[in-house]
């Protein structure tokens, strides 16, 4: 069991930090059910989280989930009984420095469902430094999302880089081929996404800060498990539903390249 934390001081991006007392409760006994749950936790560490769902979901519980990927409901459903899930497009570029202390590098942005629930968590968050915007068209966002992620976690995990490492051709070549396989799986999963969304992911990767990463390199840094299913295996997944297998397409247009050039 861990050690409490204490607190929590987040640092923003203009340098000025946020001082906050955390609450903490370590046995699901000692809770009951709330109007509100926000589930922040990794996507894999979701079936963990069991035991204290099932203390504080009731009937009337509204589960927001603050998760990578797109398969918020399939995952969270079967654990909150009669409580209504609503999935989470989450944009917050952070880094954990040490325990307890949070730095930010852009404005945290969330992205839910324009429905009665996604306009009162809207309203809930009024005033707390994070924006909550509802969209009719959720499962474009959480896609367009999705393929940023296929890219950014990948690569920075495996090459234990920072966002520059964008900045080598190669690299970009490898983000851009991660991206447009997941921009096809997403058009076909009713996703509207612009043909050129992977140059466009490229150049937002180029753009960002040169400390900014992405948290599958935090976790590998710190020897974490990764949450590359989440992200990566959810686009396989999807692909295999919908007789998408866009890796062997490539694979047989290399072939053929290297055929033609031979």
């Known amino acids: 069991m861990r050690s409490p934390l204490g607190g929590l001081r987040i640092v923003r991006p203009d340098g000025s930090a946020l001082e906050a007392s955390v609450p903490e409760v370590t046995d699901p006994a000692e809770v009951s059910a709330v109007e509100w749950v926000v589930l922040a ?14 203390r504080l979901c009731g009937a ?9 990927g797109v398969e918020h409901r399939e995952r969270v459903a079967p654990l909150v009984g009669a409580a209504r899930v609503i999935p989470a497009v989450v944009e917050i ?3 954990s420095q040490r325990r307890g202390q949070i730095r930010l590098f852009d404005r945290p942005r969330l992205t839910v469902p324009e429905c009665d629930d996604g306009a009162d968590f809207a309203a809930l968050c009024q005033g707390t430094g994070i924006e909550v915007t509802p969209t009719a068209d959720f499962v474009t966002a959480a896609w367009a999302k999705l393929c940023l992620n296929t890219a950014n976690g990948a690569v920075t995990a ?16 490898l983000g851009r081929a991660l991206v447009e396989e997941a921009r096809q799986v997403a058009a076909a999963s009713g996703a509207r996404l612009p043909d050129d969304l992977a140059d466009q992911v490229i150049a937002r990767l180029r753009a960002m800060p040169p400390e900014s990463g992405s948290s599958m390199l935090w976790d590998r840094m710190a020897g974490r498990e990764l949450e590359y299913d989440a992200r990566n295996g959810a686009v396989v997944r999807a692909g295999a539903r919908l007789g998408i297998h866009p890796v062997q397409r490539h694979r047989h247009r290399a072939a053929g390249s290297r ?4």
């Open 93 to 95: 570029s952070a880094e």
């Open 259 to 262: 055929e033609r050039t031979g």
């Open 41 to 54: 936790t990794k996507a894999y560490q979701t079936a963990a989280t069991g035991p204290w769902l099932s």
């Open 60 to 68: 009337g519980t509204r589960v927001v989930v603050l998760q990578n």
């Open 158 to 173: 495996l090459t234990l880089q920072r966002m520059p490492v964008f900045t080598n051709p190669r690299i970009a070549q």
